[in-house]
């Protein structure tokens, strides 16, 4: 397809985040070394919660479906951005770039719905102790992490091919270190308003649908906790929801400055810096922040550290 004289299909170019700083070595080492943190994090997190029995609950179950989910989103940007530095080069192909706003609208859109389900598990285990094992059955489960991906996906099959048919026949380089449809609606040759505003609607409301669940749930488990007589039972009750609560503050504050905030108040440098927080940063935080504040996945990977250790040791003849 041609508009004027550009390609539809022509590749586009990722200016990145090394481009606008001065020192570009040290950030791909400290990106490299989130990258690798991350996938290995997120790795372990899953292994513990599938070797351990202690872990076999709703709760883990969840957590270890967030660390895949966590797992891809990174996957689908980072490498992308690294093998670009070295090999020195920005280059996207179309279809690379639509492969990726695809991959990254689902994965996003997955985490942001099982983030705000996952409160549900925490109002259950709260606010009906006795009726958890039936309100959080191993169906529940896998209807909470369906929905999630069910969500993530309709988006990103509604978005990502009416977002890559506009004619794009500005400079083509992605003022962004992903291909994201705010940016590359910035180069179409014809008026997108209509459509961003649409895309604008449904961003509020994919963050907006969860964090209604998510406000409503610790409402309730606020109310439950105060309501407690015993100390250590409240102490319990705030440890379970506040490695949650942390998770839900880093992501959706983050998303929310970026999709709900209106463009007109934060540039594109700044849109690039958030957005490097909750799509790089984030999925390196969670694991670390869901077993440094568990002392469940602590006292399993220390029993596997040890079994590790002591096979590992070769006893003299």
């Known amino acids: ?84 530095q070295v090999m020195n080069q920005r280059a996207i192909s179309f279809a690379g770039c639509t492969a990726q706003h695809f991959l990254y609208l689902a994965f996003s859109g997955a985490e942001s719905l099982l983030l705000g389900l996952m409160s549900y598990d925490r109002y259950v285990a709260i606010c009906n102790p006795l009726r958890y094992p039936v309100l959080m059955s191993r169906k529940v489960c896998l209807l909470i992490v369906g929905a999630a991906w069910l969500g993530g996906s309709t988006d990103s099959f509604l978005f990502t091919p009416i977002t890559m048919q506009f004619p794009f026949c500005a400079s083509r380089e992605i003022n962004h270190f992903f291909c994201g449809a705010p940016a590359l609606l910035k180069l179409s040759c014809t008026d997108t308003s209509i459509y961003e505003t649409s895309m604008y609607v449904c961003c509020i409301l994919m963050i907006l649908i969860p964090f209604s669940v998510i406000s409503a749930s610790y409402t309730r488990i606020l109310i439950t906790v105060y309501r407690m007589n015993e100390a250590e039972g409240r102490r319990k009750a705030v440890g379970t929801c506040s490695s949650h609560m942390m998770v839900i503050s880093l992501y959706y504050g983050t998303v929310m400055y970026t999709y709900v905030l209106p463009p007109s108040y934060h540039t594109p440098e700044q849109d690039k810096t958030v957005s490097a927080f909750y799509t790089i940063l984030t999925p390196m935080l969670n694991p670390l922040i869901y077993s440094l504040r568990n002392k ?8 596997v550290l040890g079994r590790s250790l002591s096979l590992g040791k070769v006893t003299p003849f």
């Open 1 to 84: 397809m041609e508009w004027g004289n550009y390609s539809m299909y022509a590749d586009f170019v990722l200016l990145g985040l090394f481009s606008s700083t001065r020192f570009p070595g040290l950030l791909f080492a400290l990106i490299l070394l989130v990258f690798v943190i991350s996938i290995a994090s997120n790795t372990v997190m899953i292994i513990l919660i599938h070797i351990d029995s202690r872990l076999h609950t709703p709760m883990y179950f969840l957590l270890s479906q967030l660390s895949f989910i966590d797992i891809l989103c990174i996957s689908t940007i980072v490498p992308k951005m690294l093998v670009d």
């Open 296 to 303: 469940d996945v602590t006292e399993a990977l220390h029993k």
